[in-house]
């Protein structure tokens, strides 16, 4: 048994919105979505590839038949508004009594994990506040569509990965000119880190700051870093900011990660980390790399990070 953890919204947000070539949701051993919700509740509206789990005649959850949980990458079980597991933010003792006094009558979404955990690699993850506070944040990644044809799923649009909630995205130059994801993710400025002119914002510089480098190890993309930064912080309180290149994997990375190193006091290894959660397939070249390493030189007054370690 592999146990049971929660679920950050953003966390699901970002799983849902992973990209290769395509939405990594037409892997078929990459995300289960599991709705412990009644039948009434699922019909009504779902999260996207979600399927409702059943119960048998005794009350107990059975195992998803089309689902071989062994393999699967991202197990997610919901309920309408689970916190169950808030308790593992308070005292030992005071954990303890509220978990002896929940486990008396566990929420749907944890007895339901407690099931699948049988059966998986990872811990099973159960969403905080279930269905209900993750629509209130992402409501346009519901739905009442049951099946899912494989092209249906490799056609889906990804929406950009969300680095500070409700304020920071990171995506694609199609993204960035999609107008529903605008609208959306209420974008109200754009860093473009392309070569190619902002198409979405084009008559209003100021909210756009456009930095035209090409993603190349010779490219010098280090004298912007200070200007997008503030840039960022400015226009995050009016609204969403996106950061965008054209694949959405070096140049964008390479700026945000240099925002992380600034603005939110990370080092660069942190930063990093956190990055990659957030976007798997983040890959800055090899000359944006150092350029990093020199500006977490600059902000620490040291070099904490060292770059030539496997991962960067």
């Known amino acids: 048994m592999t ?39 699922y019909d009504e509206s779902h ?34 508004t ?11 003792a ?3 009594e509220v978990d002896e006094e929940r486990n008396a009558r566990p929420g749907s979404a944890l007895r339901c ?7 998986t ?32 799923l490799e056609d889906f649009l990804p929406y950009p990965v969300e680095i500070v909630p409700d304020k920071l995205y990171m995506g694609n130059s199609i993204q960035a000119c999609h107008q529903q994801i605008q609208k959306d993710l209420k974008i109200q400025a754009h860093v473009n880190v392309s070569e190619e002119v902002d198409t979405f914002f084009p008559d209003d510089s100021d909210r756009v700051l456009h930095i035209s480098v090409p993603d190349s190890p010779e490219a010098d993309i280090s004298p912007y870093f200070s200007e997008v930064c503030h840039y960022i912080d400015s226009n995050m309180r009016r609204g969403g900011v996106l950061v965008f290149s054209t694949l959405g994997i070096s140049r964008c990375s390479t700026v ?5 190193i600034h603005s939110c006091r990370l080092y660069l290894k942190n930063a990093w980390s956190y990055l990659q959660k957030c ?19 600059r902000v620490y007054l040291a070099t904490i990070t060292d770059i030539s370690e496997p991962g960067y």
């Open 3 to 41: 146990g049971v953890e929660l679920c950050e919204p953003v966390q699901l947000y970002n799983i849902l919105n992973q990209a290769t070539r395509s939405s990594r949701l037409a892997e078929r051993n990459y995300l289960c979505l599991i709705d412990a919700r009644t039948k009434r509740e």
């Open 47 to 80: 999260l996207i590839t979600a399927i409702r789990v059943k119960q048998d005649a005794s009350g107990s959850y059975v195992v998803p038949p089309s689902v071989d949980l062994e393999f699967i990458r991202h197990c997610v079980v919901y309920d309408g």
């Open 82 to 92: 689970t916190n169950l597991l808030d308790v593992t933010s308070q005292t030992d």
């Open 94 to 96: 005071t954990a303890r």
């Open 113 to 119: 994990a407690r099931v699948l955990q049988r059966y």
């Open 121 to 152: 690699r990872f811990p099973v993850q159960i969403l905080r506040g279930g269905y209900e506070r993750f629509t209130a944040s992402y409501h346009f990644l519901r739905t009442q569509k049951v099946f899912w044809m494989p092209r249906e």
């Open 256 to 260: 945000v990660l240099a925002y992380l």
């Open 279 to 297: 976007k798997s397939n983040i890959r800055p070249n090899r000359g944006f790399v150092q350029q990093l390493s020199d500006w977490e030189t």
